[in-house]
Structures are given as C-alpha cells and as structure tokens.
C-alpha cells in the first residue's frame, strides 16, 4: 500500500538539505521527549498511541450508536466547537458527497448532518432550526470540558426542542453526549438525564481527539467507515514512530517549517485544490494555530483553496510580503474523473484541452502554481495523498498530529496547552455578569 509522501523540492532554493540534517539530532530529542512522555504538556500525549490503545468496546457502542441514529434520524445535530467539532466536519466534507445534505436520503443512506454550538450567532441558530423543521432528529453534544458557551447555549436550544418534539423519554433516545468521564456540568447533566455517554480521555486534548468519539461517533452516523480511519491511522502510527528524520515525512515536514520560521517565514498557507478539503484546514488551522501560537512565537496558520482564492489571494502570494510559505495538499488521484468535450465550433477556444480530465486540468494548475510561486520566493512543502478515502484521513490526521507534536518541541512551546483562549472568556464572562466576575466586570465597563 502506499503512503503520504512529502516533496520538499521546491523549498530547497529556501532552505538547504544540509540544514535539515543538522536539525536530525533536534527532532531526535523531540521524538524522545514526545514518546516517553517527558516534555511539556505530556500529561496530554495519550493521542501518540491512541491508534493502537483506543477502548475497542467503546468504538463498538460508537457503531451501533450511529446505527441508531441513522435510523432514527433524517437529521443529526452535531453541537460541539474548536477540537469538538471541526475534525469531524472535517471528515465528513472530505469523504462524503460536497452538497451531501441536498441528496436525496436513499443516495446518502445516512442522515443529513449540522453544526451548531460552534458561534454565538442568532441567525444561524434560527436559520438551522427552520431548516430542521418536521425533520426527524438525534443529537450528539460534544465538550471536553462540558462548560464551553457556544455548545453549553446551543444544547440547552435542542434539548428542549427535542424534548418539546419527542418528551422527556424520547428525547432520551435521540440524545448523544461526548464528554470527560467525570468532570463538568455536560457529564452531570448526562448522568441526571441518563443520556448514552462517550468518553473524551483525559489525556488527549480537543485538538488532538478527532480518532476519539469526539470524531468517531459523527463520522459513523455520517456512514463513513472508521474502522478504515482506524487502521489508516494505526499504520501512520507505525510509520511515523520513526527517529530518523531521513526517512519520516511528518518530522521532516515539522522541521522544514522550524527552518523556514527561522529565515523569516513566519506565515504558512495550506494550499488545496480540493473544496472537499476546506473544513480539513480548519481542523489543521487549530491543531497549529493552539499548539504553538504562544510565548510571542509560533507560524501563524492560513489556508487557501485554489484555484478558487488564485483569482483573489493569489496576487498577494505571488508578490506580496514574502513572510510565508506554502503546503499544498495534493490528491494523487481525484474520486471523481469527469472528462472535457469535444466542441467542433471551438467558439470558447477550449479545444486544447478537450478529452482531458478536469482533474488532468486541476493538476496542471497546481504544477504551474507551484513554479510561479517559487520563481516568487514562495517555498513549498507538498504532501502528496494517494487517494481520497477513510484509510488516508486516518494516516493524515495522524501525520499533522505527529508533525504538530514534534514541531511545537522544537520551536520550544508546551504544544498541549491553551493558556491563550481564556483572556477573551474571562472578559465575556465579565461583561455578562456571570457570578464570581464583579470586579472585573467594573474594570472593564470604564474601558468600554
Ligand atoms: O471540548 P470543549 O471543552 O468544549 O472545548 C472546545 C474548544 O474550546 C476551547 O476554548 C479551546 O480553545 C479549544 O482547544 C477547544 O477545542
């Protein structure tokens, strides 16, 4: 079988072989600091061997959960925020049908699915609920710490709605619960409602959970196979358990990017050419955006789809401030192959493409972007997937948890924290006038 590759070829004109190797003891010390759980943050790096220790019993109540919830539901609303809730969209974009909610329910065999808890927006949720309308629905909740706000509001909403549509009991059965095994209000609340439980271990943090029910249990009721995420993700585990960094592309790629930092490349561009992808760099955007955005360092995480965002950022990548790079994840094949007619008029002058795939054309894009942007000082990492399918989300999850792990011991941050997120909470909490808050509430009104 084939696996994730990296082609670093077009940033060697930005950082020289050399210099990679001289990084080898660096990650060789990061590896070790990571699997015997000796640095910062290694109270939170049970996702390392997750693959192989995840609770089989459990992932059995996943399945027969989301078999339930496919046959109960037309819809399931998934509440959740940050690492709660955006691998699983992930997965469910990149493997399911683009406009999978407007299929017709016998093509998708699986219940069409929604996001909520993850803003504070009243039109969505009043958009969402009208959209929802006469459908039949389950719900699965998701917070690690069962006290996150967006999630915490939207499931009061659905509860009661569900408890409204179906009573007490029966909103019961449609009601799915994804939290800490012990901790916080959504595991009391669970336990005094008697709703079915999933576990969030402790020692994997919201980012690094998407292999957990966290993820599993949406992406089954999706009708993707996790069994196949599963096994993708235990042999990316194998793979990347590799010291040497000659023959790991997820620590070479978390020591490419450490060396592009350091000569000035302090913003990376995930490039895809895949809409499907799009909430999978969000997913991304988190896991390095919270691993190592702190101690006033860290590459700052931005994505892009082309050729859609060639037609409006590309300017600005091909000639604006060179503080970036680029990591364009590229589908060796597409699952789609749609071939370009013949026109005898040749009125729109297309003709020199007709007959090709427009995935023919789409790699033609990447190859002629990745060459301009060079010749504009722009580096590129590729990493390159061999297929589209459960196997290889699993394998590349894991390569940028891995990555991510290992990139954040050598840019020197706990890249298992998030001391961060807490400042603009304590001020929302504050101005709301949630008890415990009174003295900052005043300070912060004379600043408003
Ligand atoms: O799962 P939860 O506890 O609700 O947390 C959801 C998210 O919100 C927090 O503010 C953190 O910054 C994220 O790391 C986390 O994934």
Redesign the pocket.
């Known amino acids: 079988m084939k696996n994730i590759t990296l082609d670093y070829g077009k940033a060697l004109a930005f950082v020289r072989e050399e210099e990679l190797s001289q990084l080898a003891p660096a990650v060789k010390l990061a590896h070790q600091l990571l699997h015997e759980k000796k640095g910062p943050g290694q109270e939170f790096t049970g996702w390392v061997e997750w693959p192989q220790t995840y609770d089989r019993q459990e992932f059995e109540r996943i399945k027969n959960a989301a078999a339930r919830i496919k046959e109960q539901a037309d819809a399931l609303i998934v509440i959740?925020?940050?690492?709660?809730y955006l691998g699983a969209r992930a997965a469910i974009e990149l493997l399911g049908h683009t406009f999978r909610n407007q299929l017709k329910a016998e093509k998708r065999q699986a219940p069409e699915i929604y996001f909520a808890g993850n803003n504070l927006s009243p039109v969505y949720l009043k958009h969402l609920l009208e959209v929802l309308e006469g459908k039949e629905l389950a719900l699965n909740v998701?917070?690690?710490?069962?006290?996150?706000t967006e999630?915490a509001l939207a499931f009061r909403f659905f509860r009661k709605l569900l408890e409204r549509k179906y009573g007490v009991e029966g909103a019961r059965e449609r009601i799915y619960v994804t939290t800490d095994r012990n901790r916080g209000a959504l595991k009391r609340l669970a336990t005094e409602k008697g709703y079915e439980t999933f576990v969030i271990p402790d020692e994997i943090?919201?980012?690094y959970s998407v292999l957990t029910a966290v993820g599993m249990l949406p992406i089954a009721a999706a009708g993707i196979d996790i069994e196949e995420i599963m096994a993708g993700a235990r042999e990316a585990m194998e793979l990347y358990a590799n010291q040497n960094l000659e023959q790991n592309p997820a620590y070479q790629y978390a020591a490419l990017r450490n060396l592009l930092y350091a000569k000035g490349k302090t913003l990376e561009v995930l490039v895809s050419y895949e809409p499907q992808l799009h909430s999978f760099a969000e997913w991304w955007k988190?896991l390095y955006g919270?691993s190592e955005g702190k101690d006033g360092k860290g590459i700052f995480p931005a994505a892009v789809e082309f050729s859609t965002d060639l037609h409006s950022l590309g300017q600005y990548l091909q000639e604006g401030l060179r503080n970036l790079f680029e990591t364009v994840l590229m589908f060796e094949q597409s699952t789609a192959e749609l071939f370009i007619p013949e026109d005898p008029d040749d009125s729109d002058g297309l003709n020199f493409v007709s007959g090709k795939s427009l995935d023919f054309v789409n790699k033609q894009a990447f190859a002629g972007t990745l060459l301009a942007h060079a010749d504009g000082g722009v580096p590129a990492l590729v990493v390159n997937i061999p297929a589209n399918n459960p196997y290889y989300f699993g394998q590349l999850v894991y390569f940028f948890e891995k990555a991510c792990g290992i990139s954040g011991y050598l840019l020197g941050v706990n890249p298992f924290n998030?001391p961060g997120?807490e400042a603009y909470?304590k001020n929302m909490f504050a101005l709301l006038g949630k008890p415990g808050y009174e003295q900052l509430r005043q300070e912060l009104l004379k600043r408003l």
């Open positions: 959740g925020i940050g690492g709660s998701i917070s690690k710490s069962g006290t996150t999630p943090g919201g980012r988190q919270e998030q997120v909470k």
